[in-house]
């Protein structure tokens, strides 16, 4: 039987040094504050907002929204993006994608000051994301990965740590991050040939490939650690990971549920983020 490893757990955790950081940041004037900004009504982006917004509020975070029609021309949300950046105010800024198909997504993301760029979107912080530096924020679901590593104490050095996906929002930085952390990192995609034999050979398993179950029997082995951080829906509308989970729990040491794991740490690494830019402008 493997050990869950829930996020409820890592959230509290996390939420009693937030907190304790606002209070910190209040007395001296400063009051976090996060901008969400969404074009349209999409179901998925207003469930985020409204989970995101708990959050905030559950930490003493302030929130402002921008909310534009989904035909909202783009210097109509480029004007908000602009203000969002001039706004002393505002420390950090969630902006809701995909965008729609006549808004030049690329121009506009880029346009986000990276010291306000809270969920790594911007070229500039996926830079400071690669290049290990403090220029902007790396993408929150590969950071939640490592709190929830970080919070089991489950320690990187030496380990094989494999990855199954190469996006930019989770498996390129989930692999930089863990190189941080001294793991020996392999990366999985569609063209990797044998891949569970690949998986097979690893200590700890970040699937990220967004296709439900595609890591199943076969690909785990004793001892492992599996970080599953798919979101994905089946025909009733049920949550599915990317990892069969009936497959590996009997196999591995530990794993993350879904739901209950990764996604349930993403809101609070968001907020995280943005007390660390309200704590930049602290002179």
Known sequence: MAEILKGKEVVAAMKEKMIADVEA??????????????????????????????????????????????????????????????????????????????????????????????????????????????????????TACMEILDHFGIDLTGKKV??????????KPAAIMAIRKNGTVTVCHTKTKDMAAVCREADIVIACAGKAGVVGEG????????????????????????????????VVAAITPVPGGVGTVTTSVLVKHVIEAAKKTVK
Do not use: W
Not at 57 to 62: A, D, H
Not at 64 to 91: G, M, T
Not at 162 to 171: K, N
């Open 219 to 250: 690909f785990f082995k004793e001892g492992q650690i599996v970080i599953d951080v798919g979101i994905n829906f089946d025909e009733e509308g049920n949550m599915k990971g990317d990892v069969d989970f009936e497959a590996a729990e009997p």
């Open 162 to 171: 494999v990855v199954i996906g190469r996006s930019l929002v989770v498996g």
């Open 25 to 142: 940041l209040q007395a001296k004037g400063v009051q976090p504050t996060l901008a969400i900004v969404r074009v349209g009504e999409r179901g998925d982006d207003i469930s985020y907002e409204k989970g995101a917004m708990t959050r905030c509020k559950g930490i003493g975070v302030e929130v402002k929204n921008f909310v534009l029609p989904a035909d909202a021309a783009q210097e109509d949300l480029v004007k908000v993006i602009d203000e969002v950046n001039a706004d002393s105010s505002i420390h950090g800024c969630l902006l809701f994608r995909p965008l729609p198909k006549h808004i030049d997504e690329n121009f506009v993301r880029n346009r986000l000051a990276p010291e306000k760029d809270v969920d790594g979107i911007t070229d500039l912080s996926m830079a400071g994301t690669y290049a290990c530096t403090e220029l902007g924020y790396p993408p929150c679901t590969p």
